[in-house]
T-cell receptor
Framework: SQKIEQNSEALNIQEGKTATLTCNYTNYSPAYLQWYRQDPGRGPVFLLLIRENEKEKRKERLKVTFDTTLKQSLFHITASQPADSATYLCALGYSTLTFGKGTMLLVSP | DAGITQSPRHKVTETGTPVTLRCHQTENHRYMYWYRQDPGHGLRLIHYSYGVKDTDKGEVSDGYSVSRSKTEDFLLTLESATSSQTSVYFC?????????????FGPGTRLTVT
């Protein structure tokens, strides 16, 4: 069956460091992969979309990589700030999206 | 931000009663989705719509029905609410197919079935 796995344990880092979150998937051959941010009590907010023929995509302090051989995406936040603390979700699919359970990021001052 | 609202934002209901949640979007998006989010399960798709009167089932559709009579409105009905349907429900919309388009999410409805 299709699975999307994200680290269930929270990632704790210090302000200014780079946060790296992992999304692994099995039994998918996605053409696209997306990342969302979710704050407590709110709906997810879209961050980035990367296509299978793009190895890397950047937006401001965010960078996403997509390795279809490893079946893995890495999501990086450089120069992290306490305001980056949130849960980050990856999602795959074509006509619909399947979401991972998310990884909580905690950035301490 | 895309204008997508949900009503009600909070609801408490009794087991066995029907419940309807409403999603309204002002972006003229063709696709709309209903998800539920539960601890340990993440976001799971209940139903989605790919046009007016065109809907399909998602991963966890049992006990739910949907209707879309206008582009802007997508209704989710729990035909006879059960305690297992206590959850936070999110509506989303996208201009095109989910995979290649960002989804815009509503603020969520917290439903408690007692």
């Amino acid at each position: 069956s299709q699975k999307i796995e994200q680290n269930s344990e929270a990632l704790n880092i210090q302000e200014g460091k780079t946060a790296t979150l992992t999304c692994n998937y099995t039994n998918y051959s996605p053409a696209y992969l997306q990342w969302y941010r979710q704050d407590p009590g709110r709906g997810p907010v879209f961050l980035l979309l990367i296509r299978e023929n793009e190895k890397e995509k950047r937006k401001e302090r965010l960078k996403v990589t997509f390795d279809t051989t490893l079946k893995q995406s890495l999501f990086h936040i450089t120069a992290s700030q306490p305001a980056d603390s949130a849960t980050y979700l990856c999602a795959l699919g074509y006509s619909t999206l399947t979401f991972g359970k998310g990884t909580m990021l905690l950035v301490s001052p | 931000d895309a204008g997508i609202t949900q009503s009600p934002r909070h609801k408490v209901t009794e087991t066995g009663t029907p419940v309807t949640l409403r999603c309204h979007q002002t972006e003229n998006h063709r696709y709309m989705y209903w998800y539920r989010q539960d601890p340990g399960h993440g976001l799971r798709l209940i139903h989605y719509s790919y046009g007016v009167k065109d809907t399909d089932k998602g991963e966890v559709s049992d006990g739910y029905s949907v209707s879309r009579s206008k582009t802007e409105d997508f209704l989710l009905t729990l035909e006879s609410a059960t305690s297992s349907q206590t959850s936070v429900y999110f509506c989303a919309s996208s201009p095109g197919l989910a995979g290649e388009n960002e989804q815009y999410f509503g603020p969520g409805t917290r439903l408690t079935v007692t």
